[in-house]
């Protein structure tokens, strides 16, 4: 595989049979706006602009993993690199000096959205070809494989900035927990899509 070198809390947040909770996500969302708002505003007086992105970020694994009842580590997102060759993790944040993935690999599901620029979901994530290198890395005492999957484009003005993804994780689909449904990819969608103009913004000059 072509790789380039470069407080919610992290436990389960309610019942893995629930998606996310729409009596409540209107708030939250303005809540996470609000948020993020006031740290882009710090933009251009912070020395480390990565830092700051991937401050932001952690910011909205910790709404996502609220909403869709995940751990933090079973939400990730990654942005175009400056070049826009590459997709870069700003989250996990364990992952941002990882690596990046190449837009030209076909067989990763986050190039394959970021192309066609529409989400999709995916309840049998192991039998779909797709780079599995990250999953092996250990974020937990144990490394679970991703079972099932929501991923969705991040767009700014119609034009892809990145790829968001949340997932569930167990050493079978049933450890996992309950299948994606389309209402979760709409949920998703919203998430994401207001949330992507800060962190496009928030990106540094040499990402």
């Known amino acids: 595989m072509a790789l380039r070198r470069i407080p919610r809390r ?36 912070v020395r480390n602009r990565l830092e700051l992105l991937l401050d932001m970020s952690d910011r909205v694994v910790k709404t996502v993993s609220h909403e869709f009842s995940c751990k933090h580590d079973e939400v990730a997102i990654l942005l175009l690199s400056s070049d826009g060759r ?23 599901i986050a190039v394959n959205v970021l192309s066609r620029r529409t989400g999709e979901v995916i309840n049998n994530v192991p039998m779909v070809r797709h780079v599995s290198f990250f999953e092996s890395i250990k974020l937990r005492d144990k490394p679970a494989p ?26 079978t689909p049933r450890d996992a927990g309950a299948d994606f449904t389309a209402n979760d990819l709409r949920r998703a969608k919203e998430i994401f899509d207001a949330v992507a103009p800060y962190l496009a913004q928030a990106r540094p000059a040499d990402y």
């Open 146 to 171: 991703i079972q099932k999957m929501v991923t969705a484009p991040l767009l700014v003005k119609g034009q892809p900035v990145g790829v968001a993804e949340v997932s569930r994780k167990g050493e």
């Open 86 to 108: 590459h997709l870069r993790f700003v989250a996990p944040r364990q992952f941002a000096e990882l690596g990046t993935i190449p837009v030209t690999k076909r067989d990763s």
């Open 10 to 45: 992290d436990g389960r947040c309610g019942s893995r049979q629930s998606g996310y909770n729409p009596s409540t996500a209107g708030g939250v969302l303005q809540e996470l706006i609000e948020i993020l708002t006031a740290m882009a505003e710090q933009r251009d007086k």
